[in-house]
């Protein structure tokens, strides 16, 4: 019995990822044939309705921007140099004859 069951559960499974596979193939098709088949501008596009790019229209805006991305790098390293700093100078103790 159990083992009907278990097929039965892989059965569904493997049909319900059918049908979200050819969803997202469907979803993906009629995206590239909305842009034109230009799987880059596709691509913008869904960075932009995320929020993951921002349009940027002015020069400060950039720079704003720049400076963002300038201060996350700073923050890291800080936290990496002291951490690789130790690793290099590791003192070996010397052999005794």
Same mark, same amino acid.
């Given at each position: 019995?159990?083992?009907?069951? +278990?097929? /039965?559960?892989? !059965?569904? +499974?493997?049909?319900?990822?059918?049908?979200?596979? =050819?969803?997202?193939?469907? %979803?993906?098709?009629?995206?590239?044939? &909305?842009?034109?088949?230009?799987?880059?501008?596709?691509? &913008?596009?869904?960075?932009?309705? /995320?929020? =993951? *790019?921002?349009?940027?229209?002015? +020069?400060?805006?950039?720079?704003?921007? !720049?400076?963002?991305?300038?201060?996350?790098?700073?923050?890291?390293?800080?936290? %990496?140099?002291?951490?690789?700093?130790?690793? *290099?100078? @590791?003192? @070996?103790?010397?052999?005794?004859?």
């Amino acid at each position: 019995m159990a083992i009907k069951d +278990m097929k /039965s559960t892989r !059965i569904f +499974m493997a049909g319900t990822g059918c049908l979200f596979g =050819m969803w997202a193939l469907a %979803a993906l098709v009629g995206g590239l044939h &909305r842009v034109n088949w230009q799987v880059t501008e596709l691509m &913008r596009q869904y960075l932009v309705a /995320s929020g =993951m *790019v921002q349009p940027i229209h002015t +020069m400060v805006d950039f720079y704003t921007h !720049i400076k963002g991305i300038e201060y996350i790098i700073c923050v890291v390293f800080f936290v %990496a140099f002291p951490a690789f700093f130790q690793y *290099v100078e @590791k003192r @070996k103790t010397p052999i005794r004859r």
